[in-house]
């Protein structure tokens, strides 16, 4: 199989150090060269493999030392993956819908413990939910809602590909999921719910009265100049540049192309590698969001609930003080991580150390991207 590479190295600005710059620093950035090489030949090696095909950015310090794009975006007319190729980010964009969140907090149209019944009121549904659960529950996977697991067997077939490609309006799926038996009272536990966030898209509509295309990009790709970052509720427009998604089917040697899923199940979100990257920086950075939201989307609001799990809004938290099962890289430095999975779609987003590595990539090639032993093998090169 031909494999396109294009590959952007950027080593060339240890050369452009500040004289004024500490021996510490000097010493943590002399190493680089030959840890950029060693990752090259990781990436290499794994797309020669099928093992990834997609994009990948690593930045140190804001500035970017390997940009890599590898592979095929569309096996059918044998397109390439570059720099503005798109990808489904997944459950990345959890970090998104708990930033456009927050950014209305900050305006004062919603509030963290606004109850979920009562920003549902013009909703009719015939299920119920639980009168205690908060915006708060909903952001931090408290809220005891569902998740996949919970739905009907006959929706759980062929991969949940039925319950996919039903085109529920918000009525319909705040209807459905008020019917589905909750898995614990708010406040009591960690229970990972992309309902809860779906529920979370559709409050962001109707408060900002607006499709959520058009609110994600008003209020955060188009401030923060994410141009290849884009969502699209309704399935007969076509995203540009967009990478098709694959599985690979070993008894045939066969690649297989995702079956249609309809767009507006959950408020997918599609982005490139260099977007995520500039994105993840964003948690260092008070402008955008305000001083107090950050520490929102990085603090741990699990501690009094589980020992084994750290969670904020939209990120998984690492420090010294809390620690967690889900992304777990095995390092001292704090850091904040999600990752993401979804029909053929890989994605990861990493900030070690509020800013001293960032590290994104997407991948279209299924579960052949093993995306936590992959960012593990880059962490081991740069830290270990």
């Known amino acids: ?23 510490e620093n000097k010493t943590a950035l002399t ?84 109850k979920l019944v009562t920003l549902l009121s013009d909703f009719s549904y015939e299920g119920q939910f639980d009168m ?15 998740d996949y697991q919970e739905v009907n067997k006959n929706l759980k077939k062929n991969d949940f590909l039925k319950f996919k490609r039903l085109h529920f309006t918000n009525e319909e799926y705040v209807n459905f999921i008020s019917k589905i038996k909750p898995v614990n009272k708010p406040g009591q536990q960690f229970y990972y719910s992309n309902f809860g966030y ?35 509720s309704k399935n007969e427009i ?11 089917q070993e008894s045939t040697g066969q690649w297989n192309k995702n079956p249609f899923i309809d767009l507006s199940l959950g408020r997918r979100i599609f982005s490139t590698a260099a977007d ?54 095995g390092i001292s430095r704090p850091y904040i991580i999600h990752g993401g999975s979804t029909d053929g779609y890989k994605a990861m987003l990493i900030n070690i150390n509020r800013g001293e590595y960032v590290i994104s990539f997407l991948s279209n090639v299924g579960d052949l991207t093993q995306e936590m032993q992959l960012a593990q093998k880059i962490i081991n090169i740069l830290i270990k």
């Open 132 to 146: 205690e659960i908060t915006l708060h529950h909903l952001l931090s996977h408290t809220s005891g809602l569902p």
């Open 238 to 248: 076509v995203i540009p540049q967009l990478a098709e998604a694959y599985n690979y």
């Open 1 to 23: 199989m031909k494999k396109t590479i294009n590959v952007i190295v950027v080593a060339i600005f240890l050369s452009q150090i500040s004289g004024c710059q500490t021996k």
């Open 276 to 329: 995520l990257n500039r994105w993840a920086q964003v948690m260092d950075n008070p402008g955008y969001l305000s001083t107090a939201s950050l520490e929102l989307m990085r603090q741990n609001h699990m501690s009094q609930i589980s020992k084994n799990m750290s969670y904020s809004y939209g990120w998984v938290v690492f420090d010294k003080d809390n620690r967690s099962e889900m992304g777990d890289l």
């Open 198 to 232: 779906h529920l979370v898209a559709i409050i962001l509509e109707e408060t900002y009265g607006k499709p959520f295309e058009q609110v994600l990009k008003e209020n955060l790709t188009k401030p923060l100049g994410l141009k290849n970052t884009v969502s699209q």
């Open 31 to 114: 190493g680089l060269p030959n840890q950029i090489q060693k990752i090259d030949s990781l990436f290499r090696s794994q797309n020669l493999q099928d093992l990834f095909h997609g994009g990948v950015v690593i930045t140190h310090n804001t500035k970017t030392i390997y940009e890599n794009y590898l592979g095929i975006a569309d096996r059918s007319w044998n397109i390439p993956v570059d720099k503005n190729v798109r990808f489904d980010i997944a459950s990345v964009n959890k970090s998104m819908i708990a930033a456009l969140t927050l950014k209305a907090v900050e305006k004062g149209l919603l509030k963290l413990d606004d």
